[in-house]
Nanobody
Framework: QVQLVESGGDSVQAGGSLRLSCAASGSTDTYCMGWFRQAPGKEREGVAR????????NYADSVKGRFTISQDNAKNTVYLQMNTLKPEDTAMYYC??????????????WGQGTQVTVSS
């Protein structure tokens, strides 16, 4: 089992920045870590993912060039740096972990979420 705790969500104005953190505990030998988001009335979507061994990253087109996922293996923590935020980035953001793959549907462990609200 992997326990995930997100933090860093806040309310900001458009154009601002936030950094989300996800602290992992328990069985932390993951294959892939990711960030997802879900806005009211919309389906959950994958935002960014990182292969924990190689460090390779992948992003949704909607955030490419603005968001950066990174990891600190010594702290078992994954980050999502979000720059040039837009109102459409408003959502609950979830951290997730996968032990067996890195496709968007391979994530089985989830945090409780942290709210990001971007005002225009």
């Amino acid at each position: 089992q992997v326990q995930l705790v997100e933090s860093g969500g806040d309310s900001v104005q458009a154009g601002g920045s936030l950094r989300l953190s996800c602290a992992a505990s328990g069985s932390t030998d993951t294959y892939c870590m990711g960030w997802f988001r879900q806005a009211p009335g919309k389906e959950r979507e994958g935002v960014a993912r990182i292969y924990t061994r190689e460090g390779n990253t992948n992003y949704a087109d909607s955030v490419k060039g603005r968001f950066t996922i990174s990891q600190d293996n010594a702290k078992n923590t994954v980050y999502l740096q979000m720059n040039t935020l837009k109102p459409e980035d408003t959502a609950m953001y979830y951290c997730a972990a996968s032990k067996f793959g890195c496709s968007w549907d391979s994530f089985r462990y989830w945090g409780q979420g942290t709210q990001v609200t971007v005002s225009s």
